[in-house]
């Protein structure tokens, strides 16, 4: 078993940043994969991007460049480091990890203001 904590969300004006983290806990190593979807409202959860266990970043087009995941493996904590932000950034993000199966963190919501 593996859990997963968000924390960081809030409101934000556009153009404003935010650092998101993920702190993990239980059957999870340096090894797994973590990263973080969004869900904006009406609409399906999308990928924003994660970092692997040898530390190599993916991100989705519409972040990148913007966004940047990083991990501490000390803390087995993941952050999600958002900056440039616009208002088509709301949603609830959420953490995952991949470990012997998907596990998901509960969600953190962030709030863009034009």
């Known amino acids: 078993q593996v859990q997963l904590v968000e924390s960081g969300g809030g409101l934000v004006l556009a153009g404003g940043s935010l650092r998101l983290s993920c702190a993990a806990s239980?059957?999870?190593?340096?090894?797994?994969?973590m990263g973080w979807f969004r869900q904006a409202p009406g609409k399906q959860r999308e990928w924003v991007g994660h970092i692997s266990g040898d530390g190599v970043t993916n991100y989705a087009d519409s972040v990148k460049g913007r966004f940047t995941i990083s991990g501490d493996n000390a803390k087995n904590t993941v952050y999600l480091q958002m900056s440039g932000l616009n208002p088509e950034d709301t949603g609830v993000y959420y953490c995952?990890?991949?470990?012997?199966?998907?596990?998901w963190g509960q969600g953190t919501q962030v709030t863009v203001s034009s």
């Open positions: 995952f990890a991949d470990a012997d199966r998907r596990y």
């Open positions: 239980g059957s999870i190593f340096s090894s797994n994969a």
